[in-house]
Each structure stands twice: as C-alpha cells, then as structure tokens.
T-cell receptor
Framework: AQTVTQSQPEMSVQEAETVTLSCTYD???????LFWYKQPPSRQMILVIR??????QNATENRFSVNFQKAAKSFSLKISDSQLGDAAMYFC??????????????????FGQGTTLQVKP | KAGVTQTPRYLIKTRGQQVTLSCSPI?????VSWYQQTPGQGLQFLFE???????NKGNFPGRFSGRQFSNSRSEMNVSTLELGDSALYLC????????????FGSGTQLSVL
C-alpha cells in the first residue's frame, strides 16, 4: 500500500523569505502523480502544484517549485518570497496514474498528515 | 464558472441519526469523489462516482453510502451516526475519470453529539 509522510507538523517563515516543506512517500509503482494542496481557513483544498513521476524536470508554478527525487521517494515544496496569504495547512498527496495502469481502484488521492505554515509579517 | 458547491456548510446531529450531504460539481464535470477529514485520521478517501456508477470505495463501514445523479450531482449518506463520524467531509470533482485535476469544495462540517 502507498503511504505519504510529512514529518513537519508546523513550520514558520518570515514574509518575503523562502521555506521548504518536506514530504516522503512509499510505493512500489513506477507511474504516479504527486501533488501539493493548500488548505486555508476556508477549508477548501486548493491545488498548488502537480508532478508526474515520469517527468524528471521539477514542476514550478510562479513562487512554488518542487524538488522531486524519485529514487529517494522525496517530494519537497519550496515557497519563495513568502506572502501572508500563503499561511495555510499544506498537504502532500499521491495518486496512481490511472490511464497508464488501467482503470480500477486507482483514482484516490492518498494524503500526508499536513504541515501548518505560519507566515510572520 | 461556479466551483464545487457543498451543502450544508455545517451540520449538527445526534448519535443514531442519519445525515445526507450534497455536492454539486463544476459544470461539465462527470466525476465526483468524497473524502473525510479528521484531526486524528487526516484525509481519507470515501468513494468515487463517475456517470452515476461507483468506481472506487474506501475502507469505511457500510453505514457510509453515496450516489450520483444524471446531472452529476452527488450525495453521501451516513446512517446510524456515531461520535467518530464527526468530521469535515470534502467533495471533489473532475472532468472525467482519468488523471484530470481534482477541484475541491469547501466541505460540510458534521458534528455528532
């Protein structure tokens, strides 16, 4: 079974600084997606960034980038130029590649425990 | 385009009662999945529906059930509520049932007293 682990329950960063959130996962599969979701106090889960395991190039979305280390099964999120609006709980998540591996019980997201990010002004 | 809409936002029930939660996906989305979020267990997958058919089910007791209608709207039902069912229930939709991005609603906060 696949598992996702976030070892940092809480992190804090000064506004305009850079912070890195850690995530490790365990799987025997070779084809999958990894995600970072943000959950602000409104409770809505917002997709921050997505990485396909087949792609070696690390994904970036504006101030957000990942460091994907497939062999080490590590998937960290770097937030540059942190803003007050970045304060939220961040979840790392895993999902099998349904299209390559066929249909079936593959669609679910497996989440880590979450990291609460505090941004100090 | 409107996002994923979940109703109600908050719900208070007592043990033994049953509850129905509703989720309206983004227009054009045919896949809906449900997740339970609790402080102790985190986020756990409940089930997924596509074109009115349940495709996947998580490891939850039979008291948890769901369905999807022809307009893609989905409901989940929990019967014989227990204190441990208190949670935030999140619904997510996607266009199809492949690798498309999931878009989440703001959830229904259920409190069981």
């Amino acid at each position: 079974a696949q598992t996702v682990t976030q070892s940092q329950p809480e992190m804090s960063v000064q506004e305009a600084e850079t912070v890195t959130l850690s995530c490790t996962y365990d799987t025997s599969e070779s084809d999958y997606y990894l995600f970072w979701y943000k959950q602000p106090p409104s409770r809505q889960m917002i997709l921050v960034i997505r990485q396909e395991a087949y792609k070696q190039q690390n994904a970036t979305e504006n101030r957000f980038s990942v460091n994907f280390q497939k062999a080490a099964k590590s998937f960290s999120l770097k937030i540059s130029d942190s803003q007050l609006g970045d304060a939220a709980m961040y979840f790392c998540a895993y999902r099998r590649n349904r299209l390559r591996l066929g249909s079936g019980n593959t669609g679910k997201l497996i989440f880590g425990q979450g990291t609460t990010l505090q941004v100090k002004p | 385009k409107a996002g994923v809409t979940q109703t109600p936002r908050y719900l208070i029930k007592t043990r033994g009662q049953q509850v129905t939660l509703s989720c309206s996906p983004i227009s054009g989305h045919r896949s809906v999945s449900w997740y339970q979020q609790t402080p102790g267990q985190g986020l756990q997958f409940l089930f997924e529906y596509f074109s009115e058919t349940q495709r996947n089910k998580g490891n939850f007791p039979g008291r948890f059930s769901g369905r999807q209608f022809s307009n893609s709207r989905s409901e989940m039902n929990v019967s014989t509520l227990e204190l441990g069912d208190s949670a935030l229930y999140l619904c997510a939709s996607s266009q199809a049932s492949g690798n498309e991005k999931l878009f989440f609603g703001s959830g229904t906060q259920l409190s069981v007293l």
